[in-house]
Structure formats: structure tokens, C-alpha cells
């Protein structure tokens, strides 16, 4: 069975830093791409970020880029985001998502989620 | 970078009726087109991928429609559990924007 579980997630205050963790099992870690999408409290999905299966090729929203770091370790199946300078309207639930191999490229898989909040 | 404009971003509808969602691209995405529905408390679950095939486990009363730019969700005969936000997502080229979402509410 496939499984994504984030961690990481808490209080922090405006210029704070944390780290995101997702742990995947169930499937071949190192042979699919992976995502990083948010919702803010009562707004829509916001996608964040993508790896590719051998962290070559990475992507940012332009909100987070220069602030967040993607990052993948198939050695130890687990997806991360070091978010950096982080501002209150970094306050989102964060998900991790799987990238299906189908076609359009569908996040098939997604976690829990993990609250960021930040305040002050 | 590609918009999504979704439409509309609300609707009312009671038990048994036919629900259509739209989507839109500022450019042509082909059939990058995928659909999620999320509820209050939930992770968001894939419908619909590549803009027509239904992911595996959903319902047949769920479709979709479209490529290049114009986009359709399709719920035939809405059933309780359909009531949530719905959201299309393009993942032609980065970033990989979400619509607005369309949230389903009851008559």
C-alpha cells in the first residue's frame, strides 16, 4: 500500500526557518517525481514545487522561490522542503504528492498534510 | 506562465442532478489536465487524469472532457458524498498551477 506521511510541520515565527519531511512507502521511491502543494486556511490548492525521480530536474512557484529547497533521498525513501525566511502567508497545510507515471503526469498519491503556521 | 481560470466558483445543486465544472488555459496544455476533489480535513483525491481517463476507484458518474485549451468536469447524478471543492490542475509546463476550485454545495 502505498503510504506519504509528512512531518516537520509547526509554529515558527516570520523570518523562521523549518524543514518538511515526507516518508514514502509502498512503491519505488527513486523511480517517480514528487511534489510539494499547500492549501492557506480557506483558500484553494497552491502547488509549490517538483523534484524529478533523480533530483535533476527541480521546479518552484515563483512565491517560493530564493525561500524553499526541494530535496530527495531515494536512499532513504523521504522527500523534504527547507522552507527559509518564511512570512505569515506561508501559513498552509502542506501536502507531499506523488507524481503518477500515467498520462498528465497526475499526483496520485498524496499525504496527510502538515500545518505550517506563522506568526509572531 | 500558464492561467487556469475554473468556473464557476461555486454552485448549488440537490441529489440526482447532472453538475458540469469547467476549466480553462491560457494557452494550449494539450491533455495535461488533471481533476481532484478535496474535502474539509482531507487530502485531495485525483478523479480524473490527462483530462478523460478516470483514475482507478472513482466513480463512473465522474468524466472529463476537452484538451488544448477548454476544459470539462462532468458529475452525472450527484450523490451526497460529491459535495466538496473540485480543483483542475495543469501539468504541462512549470508551474503547475491549480484553478481556483469549484465548491459543490447542497440545494
Known amino acids: 500500500e502505498v503510504q506519504l506521511v509528512e512531518s516537520g510541520g509547526g509554529l515558527v515565527q516570520p523570518g523562521g526557518s523549518l524543514r518538511l519531511s515526507c516518508a514514502a512507502s509502498?512503491?519505488?521511491?527513486?523511480?517517480?517525481?514528487m511534489n510539494w502543494v499547500r492549501q492557506a486556511p480557506g483558500k484553494g490548492l497552491e502547488w509549490v514545487s517538483y523534484?524529478?525521480?533523480?533530483?535533476?530536474?527541480?521546479y518552484y512557484a515563483d512565491s517560493v522561490k530564493g525561500r524553499f529547497t526541494i530535496s530527495k533521498d531515494n536512499a532513504k525513501d523521504s522527500l523534504y522542503l527547507q522552507m527559509n525566511s518564511l512570512r505569515a502567508e506561508d501559513t498552509a497545510i502542506y501536502y507531499c504528492?506523488?507524481?503518477?507515471?500515467?498520462?498528465?503526469?497526475?499526483?496520485?498519491?498524496w499525504g496527510q498534510g502538515t500545518l505550517v503556521t506563522v506568526s509572531s | 506562465d500558464i492561467q487556469m481560470t475554473q468556473s464557476p466558483s461555486s454552485l448549488s445543486a440537490s441529489v440526482g442532478d447532472r453538475v458540469t465544472i469547467t476549466c480553462r488555459a491560457s494557452?494550449?496544455?494539450?491533455?495535461?489536465l488533471n481533476w481532484y476533489q478535496k474535502k474539509p480535513g482531507k487530502a485531495p483525491n485525483l478523479l480524473i487524469y490527462?483530462?478523460?481517463s478516470l483514475h482507478s476507484g472513482v466513480p463512473s458518474r465522474f468524466s472529463g472532457s476537452g484538451s488544448g485549451t477548454d476544459f470539462t468536469l462532468t458529475i452525472t447524478s450527484l450523490q451526497p458524498e460529491d459535495f466538496a471543492t473540485y480543483y483542475c490542475?495543469?501539468?504541462?509546463?512549470?508551474?503547475?498551477?491549480f484553478g481556483g476550485g469549484t465548491k459543490v454545495e447542497i440545494k
Open positions: 509502498g512503491f519505488t521511491f527513486n523511480k517517480y517525481e
Open positions: 490527462g483530462a478523460s
Open positions: 504528492a506523488r507524481v503518477s507515471g500515467a498520462a498528465g503526469d497526475p499526483l496520485d498519491y
Open positions: 494557452q494550449s496544455i494539450s491533455s495535461f
Open positions: 490542475q495543469q501539468t504541462y509546463s512549470s508551474p503547475f498551477i
Open positions: 523534484i524529478s525521480s533523480r533530483s535533476t530536474t527541480i
